[in-house]
């Protein structure tokens, strides 16, 4: 800040978090090898999708004994990020499900509702299909949008994060968020999930779509 004021500072109220983890590359290879292969057994259409269709798995993938590695380490970031949060809880993953989005398809702007946090654990991902679009959830952030010489965390409304095989991401599952149309000629792969508090997942918190194909 300019040295024309004494003690002068910005302060960031109210951040919005992102977690980000890598699983080791031995789990991501075994993940590659053993959910691919499942996902194509439960019907997915890996390799006729036309373009600008998005394949959606039922909900209940967390449930399957091949998921259970997958499970293991998404309960382990949370634990992290909780941790970090310093919330002295467990969560349970109340919702999982593949998303298969042929060139072309993108996700529009959505959150996860009646849970805690939400996440994504990217399986297939290539240059032009490699990330995903945080928005900033102040109800007026747009109302004023003076140009900017550089984008930066507090000037911009869309936070891009960039992702690769073998990304884990954790964030507040209110947080609204899309996904750019696929831009690469192989479909873009993840498994979606949501994780919340026991005592309120029974009760609140499996998702509330119909799973199956359709466009953009």
Request: a neutral charge.
């Amino acid at each position: 800040m300019s040295d024309a004021f004494h003690n002068s500072d910005v302060m960031h109220l109210f951040p919005t978090f992102v977690w980000r983890g890598d699983v080791p590359d031995d789990t991501r290879l075994e993940l590659a090898s053993t959910l691919l292969k499942e996902l194509e057994a439960l019907g997915a259409p890996i390799a006729n999708l036309r373009p600008g269709e998005n394949w959606q798995s039922e909900q209940a993938l967390h449930l399957r004994g091949s998921f259970r590695l997958l499970a293991e380490w998404i309960l382990k970031a949370s634990r992290n990020l909780l941790d970090y949060l310093c919330i002295p809880s467990d969560t349970m993953i109340t919702g999982c499900w593949a998303n298969v989005s042929a060139p072309g398809t993108g996700h529009r702007l959505h959150c996860h509702r009646n849970n805690f946090l939400s996440g994504v654990y990217y399986l297939q991902t290539q240059a032009g299909a490699d990330t995903i679009n945080f928005h900033d959830p102040k109800i007026q952030a747009g109302a004023i949008r003076p140009p900017v010489s550089q984008p930066m965390a507090e000037n911009t409304e869309v936070a891009q994060v960039r992702i690769a095989d073998g990304a884990l991401i954790l964030f507040p599952a209110w947080l609204l968020h899309s996904v750019d149309a696929n831009r690469s000629a192989k479909p873009r792969i993840s498994i979606s999930f949501n994780l919340m508090f026991p005592q309120f997942a029974e009760t609140m918190a499996r998702p509330g779509w119909t799973p199956g194909v359709g466009g953009r």
